[in-house]
């Protein structure tokens, strides 16, 4: 077999985290990125790639020959010819080996991986891949009889969740091959950043595994990883991928063009996760790639518990560094067992909820180097489960520990609190633990609409109340505290705070004395 005439393609990188993507051997792999990032084509490649590096078998010739089946599946065939196969075709046009427009489309290919010294191909691979539409089948009906090494899931937020637990049993088998040929069979996933509410959300970002926690699946991966998640910066930001192949100002122009639609650019060009139910967020410059990652607690400072009361009471565990940036490292948040609403909650069950998250995460904390600090107006709280009339007494009694009022629960101190170290470089980080808090800061937390119908619109902001307002508002009363926390926002110059007492309540704290 001779190579002399093969045309040869180099594709250029998008970038680092593209590269990773394609050299994971994870048996699931997610990337994750804004239109225009490749990740598109990077997720073909890593498809072909992964048939590539099938194991083979000598023929008569001396040739290693390689065989290989692999898979794309998205929701319509138009959506396939418009969005997916121009992707391929710049990897493999349709003139290479043979390209069949019936349904399923199918490309057959002889890749020649190596050459001998003369130009003679001595390593081959047999590959074809299958692009699949789901349409109006079930899951079920669209997988049944594929038989492949590798699949890929193009634009994997628009598909059903139950695709993956299909695809589990589909990849790595081939008929006519060897099982003991197959080699790091493969799930790969390409996406824009999903909504919070799609099940992608929890799969990738919360690390909701699910079934594919099965302790034998884990075991037969051996040293493989069972699922890496990528995530391309924003089109605007630093580090942009694919920058060099696309027009000057293609991101300024798309979000100029859809600057009506907030959730569009959010996702679409800054690759940042919103919820699907979207007013305007209250921490608009949180960055899930930025602000996310693991904390690790210091025993040598303080931890600062705050916690907001009422049924759906809430607390975040949080520490300063020594150069004062904030840190949330754990929360307790109460579920239901479905895991997606919150648990009505009373002061005691409560307090015995954070005594337990101390006992698991904290079980070592000298008492002298923890406070727990909460709304001043838990203090005389009267709206409580239970007839339980003193929160606060309640709350102190299962949890074992005094609460002491926030410094403050004026809105703007406590929001500037969180914004003042977000907006500083590496200022804020919160640890992946805490889902309910992420969600929260990634715009579950947010504004009413300022629209308030028949042509009138709201005088001021007001902060919506959601699932997510007592779990952020416990994050902002542990982020008050500190010497000079309130007084730096202020912008005045620091003091000796035994000086000055001052009471930035915003109720009577004399009420009914």
């Not at 121009?86 to 390209?99: A, L, N, V």
């Not at 002491?404 to 003042?420: D, G, M, P, V, Y």
């Amino acid at each position: 077999m001779s190579a002399a005439n093969l045309e040869v393609r180099r594709l250029n990188s998008p970038g680092p985290i593209s590269d990773d993507f394609l050299l994971s051997r994870a048996f699931l792999k997610i990337i994750i990125g804004p239109v225009g990032s490749a990740k598109t084509m990077t997720a073909l490649r890593a498809l072909r790639r992964v048939g590539t590096r099938q194991g083979g078998r000598y023929d008569a010739n001396g040739v290693l020959r390689r065989k290989a089946r692999v898979g794309v599946i998205r929701e319509t065939y138009p959506n396939i010819e418009k969005n997916t196969l121009p992707s391929w075709f710049r990897i493999h046009p349709e003139t290479d080996g043979h390209f069949t427009w019936k349904a399923p489309f199918t490309h057959k290919l002889t890749l020649i991986l190596a050459q001998d010294e003369h130009g003679r191909a001595i390593d081959v691979c047999d590959f074809e891949i299958e692009f699949r539409a789901i349409g109006d089948r079930s899951v079920e009906e669209a997988c049944r009889g594929w038989e492949v090494v590798a699949v890929m899931i193009d634009e994997a937020d628009l598909q059903s969740p139950d695709l993956l637990a299909f695809l589990s049993g589909r990849v790595g088998r081939a008929s006519d091959l060897d099982p003991a040929l197959v080699v790091d069979q493969q799930i790969i996933l390409s996406l824009n950043a999903p909504y919070m509410d799609n099940w992608i959300y929890g799969l990738a970002i919360e690390k909701n595994l699910g079934e594919f926690m099965d302790p034998a699946l884990v075991e037969a991966l051996g040293d493989r990883p069972l699922m890496e998640v990528f995530i391309q910066p924003g089109g605007r930001s630093p580090g942009a991928e694919n920058l060099h192949n696309l027009p000057k100002g293609y991101y300024a122009i798309q979000a100029a063009l859809n600057k009506h639609r907030p959730d569009y650019v959010a996702r679409m060009i800054d690759n940042k996760f919103v919820p699907m139910q979207h007013g305007q967020p209250v921490n608009p410059q949180f960055d899930y790639a930025r602000h996310v990652r693991p904390i690790t607690f210091d025993p040598n400072r303080m931890l600062v518990v705050g916690f907001d009361q009422g049924l759906f009471a809430s607390a975040v565990a949080t520490q300063r560094t020594i150069e004062g940036h904030f840190r949330s490292l754990r929360e307790a948040v109460s579920f239901l067992e479905q895991g997606k609403t919150l648990r009505k909650i009373g002061p005691t069950a409560f307090g015995q909820m954070v005594r337990a998250m101390m006992a698991e995460h904290f079980p070592d904390v000298d008492p002298d180097r923890v406070r727990f600090v909460g709304d001043p107006a838990a203090w005389r709280a009267k709206d409580n489960e239970d007839d339980e009339r003193d929160w606060i007494r309640a709350f102190e009694k299962a949890l074992g520990h005094r609460a002491h009022k926030a410094k403050t629960n004026r809105q703007a101190l406590r929001h500037e609190a969180i914004w003042s170290v977000q907006a500083q470089h590496d200022g804020y980080a919160v640890d992946p633990s805490c889902k309910h808090l992420i969600r929260g800061h990634l715009g579950g937390y947010r504004y009413r609409e300022a629209d308030m119908g028949a042509g009138e619109t709201r005088g001021h902001l007001e902060v919506a109340d959601t699932i997510f307002t007592h779990v952020c508002d416990g994050e902002q009363y542990a982020a008050v505290e500190g010497e000079h926390v309130i007084s730096d926002i202020r912008g005045r110059p620091r003091i000796n705070p035994a000086m000055m007492i001052q009471n930035d309540g915003d109720f009577d704290e004399f009420a009914g004395v």
